[in-house]
T-cell receptor
Framework: AQSVTQLDSQVPVFEEAPVELRCNYS??????LFWYVQYPNQGLQLLLK??????LVKGINGFEAEFNKSQTSFHLRKPSVHISDTAEYFC?????????????FGTGTRLKVLA | GAVVSQHPSRVICKSGTSVKIECRSL??????MFWYRQFPKQSLMLMAT?????????EQGVEKDKFLINHASLTLSTLTVTSAHPEDSSFYIC???????????FGQGTRLTVV
């Protein structure tokens, strides 16, 4: 079964500093990978996704992620964070079994941007 | 992106009563809808997957008689928490996916409090 690991439960970072949120997934023949952001008491908003092609994916709000097949990683990065980036970030993989699919989420990383 | 509307955003009910949560895809046809439960500061736990016109597929450990899911049309799915108890208090989130689209789109979530 597919699984997603987010090693960092919390990441504090100062405003305007760069940040990397780590995500590793269990290996599969083909994989769709996603990063979502969740603000308090809200649903999830898609930041970016990797389906195929270029391993560097750019998303909304200045975020980008790099798909690394050999390391089975899909780390999220932003060169300069803002206070408004404070939120919970979830990495997810789409898992397909017997023709049906579902989304498997990591445990989330709470990004706290400090002034 | 596509819009998924979840209603109500907050509900308080008495122990023993039933509560219905609606999830609507506003501008696309959702062939598959997912229902998640999220505990404070934790990840999303998939409860069930429903395809339009079919019975929902429940994850292991989720009581299908307690959490009734209906996906009667391509734009509406409902989750009914029957005979609610305080331990059912949680944040419930729906998401919807469409054939040919890789990502799922999320509703805003419903905060259920059972008193």
């Amino acid at each position: 079964a597919q699984s997603v690991t987010q090693l960092d439960s919390q990441v504090p970072v100062f405003e305007e500093a760069p940040v990397e949120l780590r995500c590793n997934y269990s290996s599969s023949v083909s994989v769709y990978l996603f990063w979502y952001v969740q603000y308090p008491n809200q649903g999830l908003q898609l930041l970016l996704k990797y389906l195929s092609g270029s391993t560097l994916v750019k998303g909304i709000n200045g975020f980008e992620a790099e798909f690394n097949k050999s390391q089975t990683s899909f780390h999220l990065r932003k060169p300069s964070v803002h206070i408004s980036d404070t939120a919970e970030y979830f990495c997810a993989v789409r898992s397909t079994t017997s023709g049906t699919y579902k989304y498997i989420f990591g445990t989330g990383t709470r990004l706290k941007v400090l002034a | 992106g596509a819009v998924v509307s979840q209603h109500p955003s907050r509900v308080i009910c008495k122990s023993g009563t039933s509560v219905k949560i609606e999830c609507r895809s506003l501008d696309f046809q959702a062939t598959t809808m997912f229902w998640y439960r999220q505990f404070p500061k934790q990840s999303l736990m998939l409860m069930a997957t429903s395809n339009e016109g079919s019975k929902a597929t429940y994850e292991q450990g989720v009581e299908k008689d307690k959490f009734l899911i209906n996906h009667a049309s391509l734009t509406l799915s409902t989750l009914t928490v029957t005979s609610a108890h305080p331990e059912d208090s949680s944040f419930y989130i729906c998401s919807a996916a469409s054939q040919g689209v890789s990502e799922a789109f999320f509703g805003q979530g419903t905060r259920l409090t059972v008193v």
